[in-house]
């Protein structure tokens, strides 16, 4: 088996697992082992032969062992018992009206049920209590979810929406719109429109994708189908005279759409704005009604280098040299590599000593790629106590200096704002990272004060950061827009674990603009000379 087998293996053991209910971490393992193996350059098969498939990182005991039986036997009997165990239909079914696994299939099976159709049938003739463990209340409960009325506590990361919706979009020629289209950091419907004079076409079409496990609703020219994950897509068909008009619509916001009505017809969207008389509105600010006109958002072309890179020397998975070259294949001019320090605990942290070894392979590789630059930085950790996790003298070495806080995420406001805004006021620092520290389904965000951070951040000459792993989005969008206001600079960064990651500079952007940032806004639009000219002395 060559990589791309392994991985793809792994991803659909993942998603066999999260349809199982597995914990959120199992799922999450088996997904970053994917990324991984499909990322190495070296044949995984060979490694794990030699016994030195852990040498990866990011590989633990459990994953090797099932890595072992699929290299040596070409399967995983895990997999196919999954396979046989988990209705993938039923399952996404449960999913979207707030059931779970386990109880939605044995509902699916007591009464014969196995589309959304029939399970409404059932819930309209009373049979579902016929079930055990079904009452009135999970009954109701079903009905709404059939309905619109569901449960948007959880949702999809945006990162798998977008592929998930655009998969959709491209089977069918058709556009992403709502959530997806909005760049919303959570996402819990997707839409797709479609131009056809006849709608019906194009609705078999989508009823017969193998990422739509059920339909829900459909009318003439619209369907809701469910995706595996029980999340639903809107699919409209609209008429081309129409379809700029059904586009708007369907990118909503409901909200936004509201204050635009009456929609006028037009083909496309730049000329339902012209009728109505108003500037075209980026997708990425229809969430409410606009105030005043769009300014020009920052965009991804501008971004001139990425202020947080992890690499081997902590957690990450690509060398310095390797995320240099990727960084400048992406026409970047400089990267700032921020490994961990020792206080996070639970990944490798690099003490002094290591920060200056990998100052001198920093400096190498910086001799070598001329004139792209590798900038020496760190993701110091603010200590329980308050103070950073790295000497004065290191510190002071270094071109990016950027804070974060991941142990205290709990500590109540007034001492978690004391702790941060007085590690900001080192003269180092030059940056806050996903201050409020939220992980999107398994964190809330912290209690800490912007408002006070702002404040520091302006006498103090530092940066805040909209951080673009997709399932932190850190500052979010509101919360840019808040610091924007503020007259605070924003800086665009990945979170880069590996080459990979530097695609998140798009959810970044995205984010940034979301909160009504523009290229001034936005540090890293600037040149390396401006940004080092801009080091706090």
């Known amino acids: 088996m060559d990589n791309s087998d392994i991985a793809q293996t792994l991803e659909a053991y993942a998603g066999l697992l999260d349809l199982a209910g597995a914990g959120y971490y199992s799922v999450r393992a088996y997904r970053r082992a994917a990324e991984l193996v499909r990322e190495t350059r070296v044949p995984v098969a060979e490694l794990v032969r030699a016994g030195r498939v852990r040498d990866l990182r990011g590989i633990g005991s459990g994953i090797e062992t ?29 999913r979207l009206v707030g059931l779970g696994p386990q109880r939605m299939v044995s509902v699916g099976r007591a009464l014969d049920i196995r589309t959304a159709d029939e399970l409404r049938a059932a819930a309209a003739a009373g049979r579902l209590q016929e079930v055990p463990g079904i009452g009135p209340e999970t009954e109701r409960k079903i009905l709404a979810g059939l309905g619109r009325e569901r449960d948007r506590r959880r949702g999809l990361l945006i990162n798998r929406a977008r592929a998930l919706a655009e998969s959709i979009a491209n089977e069918l020629d058709g556009e992403v719109a709502g959530e997806v289209r909005r760049w919303c950091d959570i996402v819990h419907e997707l839409a797709v429109v479609c131009r056809a004079g006849d709608p019906a076409p194009v609705l078999q079409r989508f009823a017969a994708l193998a990422s739509v496990v059920g339909i829900v609703e459909r009318d003439d020219a619209r369907a809701i189908g469910v995706t595996v994950e029980g999340v639903p897509v809107e699919l409209v068909v609209a008429h081309p005279a129409r379809y700029g008009t059904e586009l ?75 995320m240099a070259l990727a960084a400048r294949d992406l026409g970047y001019e400089y990267v700032a590599i921020c490994d961990h320090t020792p206080n996070v605990r639970v990944v490798p942290g690099l003490d002094a000593e290591a920060l200056r070894r990998q100052g001198e392979e920093i400096a190498d590789v910086n001799e070598r790629l001329a004139p792209f630059r590798v900038l020496r930085g760190t993701e110091c950790d603010i200590r329980r106590d308050g103070a950073l996790d790295l000497p004065d003298d290191v510190l002071a070495e270094l071109d990016w200096v950027q804070l974060s806080l991941h142990a205290g995420q709990r500590d109540d406001a007034d001492r978690l704002t004391q702790k941060v805004v007085e590690a900001m006021r080192h003269p180092a620092v030059r940056c806050l990272s996903h201050p409020k520290g939220r992980i999107i389904n398994h964190r809330p965000p912290n209690a800490l004060r912007l408002d006070r951070v702002f404040e520091v951040a302006l006498e103090e000459g530092v940066a805040l950061e909209t951080n673009g792993l997709p399932d932190r989005l850190d500052l979010r969008g509101e919360e840019v827009r808040e610091a924007v206001e503020a007259g605070v600079r924003i800086v665009c960064s990945t979170d880069a674990h590996s080459v990979r990651g530097l695609a998140n500079m798009q959810l970044a952007v995205a984010t940034a603009r979301r909160g009504w940032a523009t290229r001034a806004d936005v540090l890293n639009t600037r040149g390396l000379d401006e940004v080092l000219r801009l080091r706090r002395s």
């Open 248 to 322: 708007v619509r369907a990118t909503g916001s409901a909200a936004y759409v509201t204050s635009l009505e009456p929609l006028p017809d037009a083909p496309t969207e730049l000329q339902v704005y012209a009728q109505l008389g108003l500037p075209w509105c980026p997708p990425e600010l229809r969430e409410r009604p606009l105030d005043r006109d769009p300014p020009a958002l920052v965009e991804l072309e501008e971004i001139r280098g990425d202020m947080h890179c992890h690499t081997t020397w902590s957690d990450g998975k690509a060398s310095v040299e390797e």
């Open 66 to 94: 099932r890595l072992h039986e699929l290299v040596t036997t070409g399967r995983l009997a895990e997999l196919e018992e999954l396979e046989r165990e988990v209705e993938p239909q039923l399952v996404a079914l449960g």
